[in-house]
């Protein structure tokens, strides 16, 4: 099925006059779209290993964990490109020169498009007048106003840069409002002490984190037991799966009972299954929620966002970054909600990732392999392999065909994904899935 396109073509695509033009008129253009990239320079490419280069100077070979070589493609041997030069719309060239169509869209961070053009003039515009002062920007003001006309939960805000660094904030918010230290959650909340379990973490910073599963109700009644010590619930929503109303519901009740703060980490979900991400969808409200990601496609901001009860209640509780505030990030997140006012963006992620999803599933029927299947939501979907080495596999092959899967979750929609698009992710995974059957079979 060929979707609808719900943006005309006539956005403009060269990025340096994107910039270059800052002249306050609105364009009416449309988000990135698939179009071919501009050239890049040739000194800009080469074919040096990039991937070693890095592992040299970049300790891991990328500061983002999930942008390293063994994360991307499962092997510390890269099977595709490890670095680019250049994105826009759904495509990027890699260090190499080789041209990629895009399904991560960094980690999910951009929903309309790389290098999206009022997205991108509005940032080179707020760079241009001035990025950081010694005063906070009115614009700090302006789109937190904004939020909490968009956001339920959102009577306050606090703008930082990244998503652990917010859901951090949100735990030290909620302890501080309750006077409580215990905190349960389950899901992924980035790299910070308390939420992780790896070297160099103090056992003691993990002495009131208590993890459960996700959707378990009954793990849950039990690690929030003593609810006189409890000072918060923190979800993130979305694991592959919605979880059910009764969960998230009894979450609700726990904290109503006890008097702790429900915390929902809307970083995946919003922007991308509603606006305000899973609390619009399900219309249950938490205490505090978090945002980052697709808030400013792509531009470093996140915010921490509630109730004006919780957010006053912790007082002086001290989170502070000289940067949260640059105007660059919050001129971007102007121009993403523009959009979100002007089109139903989570109807046409979910609408597009279903067919990029749809694209996959019948290239796995065609190939007839056993062990491969899509999972999750259309917007962020991901491919299943009962077999990692295979998964391995695909992806190499599939980036030799000039389309980039993610390893695991999540494959993102975003609306710079055409029918062009979806009609090269098909016969990208066809090529790779036949190759692979073919190996199997000993014709390789």
């Known amino acids: ?59 891991g070979g ?16 890269p099977a595709g490109p490890t670095h680019f030069v250049q994105a826009h719309g759904c495509h990027l060239i890699a260090a190499d020169g080789g041209e990629y169509l895009d399904c991560t869209m960094a980690l999910g961070a951009v929903t309309l498009g790389y290098a999206e053009p009022r997205v991108s003039r509005a940032a080179a515009e707020a ?46 918010i909620a302890r501080a409002a309750t006077g409580r230290d ?17 070297k160099g973490i103090p056992a003691s910073a993990r002495a009131d984190v ?8 009954a793990a849950l009644e039990r690690a929030t037991a003593e609810g006189n010590r409890l000072a918060a619930i923190v979800i993130e929503p979305v694991i592959e799966a919605l979880p059910s109303v009764a969960w998230v519901e009894r979450a609700r009740a726990i904290c109503d009972a006890t008097g702790a703060v429900l915390v929902f980490d809307e970083c995946k979900t919003g922007f991308r299954l509603r606006t305000a991400g899973y609390q619009e969808l399900s219309g249950i409200t938490p205490d505090l929620a978090v945002f980052g990601k697709g808030l400013a496609n792509g531009f470093p901001l996140s915010v921490v ?30 121009a993403v909600l523009d959009w979100y006012e002007e089109a139903d963006i989570p109807e046409a992620l979910a609408r597009i990732g279903g067919e990029l999803r749809g694209a996959v599933d019948a290239a796995i029927t065609a190939s007839g392999l056993p062990g491969i299947a899509t999972v999750g939501l259309d917007p962020m979907w991901l491919i299943r392999f009962d077999d990692p080495a295979r ?25 710079a994904h055409d029918e062009d698009a979806v009609a090269e992710v098909e016969r990208a995974a066809s090529a790779a899935l036949v190759a692979i059957r073919a190996e199997a079979e000993g014709r390789a």
């Open 1 to 59: 099925m060929v979707f609808r396109r719900l943006f005309d073509r006539s956005a403009p695509r060269d990025a340096e006059a994107a910039a270059a033009d800052t002249e306050p008129e609105v364009d009416d253009g449309a988000p990135g779209t698939g179009e071919e990239i501009d050239d890049v320079p040739p000194e800009e490419v080469d074919a040096i290993d990039w991937a070693k280069r890095a592992r040299e100077v970049v300790r």
């Open 62 to 77: 990328s500061s983002t964990g999930s942008k390293r070589p063994s994360a991307l493609h499962g092997t510390d041997s």
């Open 127 to 172: 760079a241009l007048h001035g990025n950081v002062a010694g005063l906070a920007p009115v614009r700090e003001v302006e789109l937190a106003e904004r939020l909490s006309t968009v956001i339920p939960c959102a009577e306050q805000v606090q703008f930082l840069k990244s998503g652990a660094e917010a859901v951090s904030a949100a735990v030290r």
């Open 182 to 198: 215990l905190v349960v959650c389950s899901g992924y909340f980035g790299w910070h002490d308390w939420a992780n379990e790896g």
């Open 210 to 217: 208590r993890r459960v599963p996700f959707d378990d109700i």
């Open 305 to 334: 966002c509630g109730s004006r009860a919780v957010m006053e209640g912790a007082g002086d509780a001290w989170i502070s970054s000289t940067l949260a505030s640059e105007n660059v990030a919050l001129a971007a997140a102007a």
């Open 391 to 415: 998964e391995v596999r695909f992806l190499e092959l599939a980036a030799a065909e000039g389309v980039l899967f993610k390893r695991g979750a999540y494959n993102y929609a975003s609306v």
